[in-house]
């Protein structure tokens, strides 16, 4: 089975910086994408940012120019390093990965338990 396992999150002041990083681990093919989601209370959950194989990242608009997403295919990692934070950017963090398990099973998207971002003075 395969888990994603996360780390990074924590509590920081506006215009501070943080780094989120998630490990996916265990029967694993192949990563078509990795990318983060985040939910803040009473909103939906929405994509921050995603890194297919085959192109360039893809951001929200809110975070463009202060958040920039890298992955290491070799170790199955994403990372997401977050600067300039503000107020808006506090919600839990989740991870995700769009894989394949075998060379012949169908893709399937997993997710990590979650990391709580809260930007604060």
């Known amino acids: 089975q395969v888990q994603l396992v996360e780390s990074g999150g924590g509590l920081v002041q506006p215009g501070e910086s943080l780094r989120l990083s998630c490990a996916a681990n265990?029967?694993?093919?192949?990563?078509?994408?990795m990318g983060w989601y985040r939910q803040a209370p009473g909103k939906e959950r929405e994509l921050v940012a995603s890194?297919?194989?085959?192109?360039?990242?893809t951001y929200a608009d809110s975070v463009k120019g202060r958040f920039t997403i890298s992955r290491d295919k070799a170790k199955n990692t994403v990372d997401l390093q977050m600067n300039t934070l503000e107020p808006e950017d506090s919600a839990v963090y989740y991870c995700?990965?769009?894989?394949?398990?075998?060379?012949?099973?169908?893709?399937?998207?997993?997710w990590g338990q979650g990391t709580q971002v809260t930007v604060s003075s």
């Open positions: 995700f990965a769009d894989l394949y398990e075998f060379y012949y099973s169908d893709r399937k998207v997993f």
């Open positions: 890194l297919p194989d085959w192109r360039d990242p």
């Open positions: 265990g029967s694993i093919f192949n990563i078509y994408i």
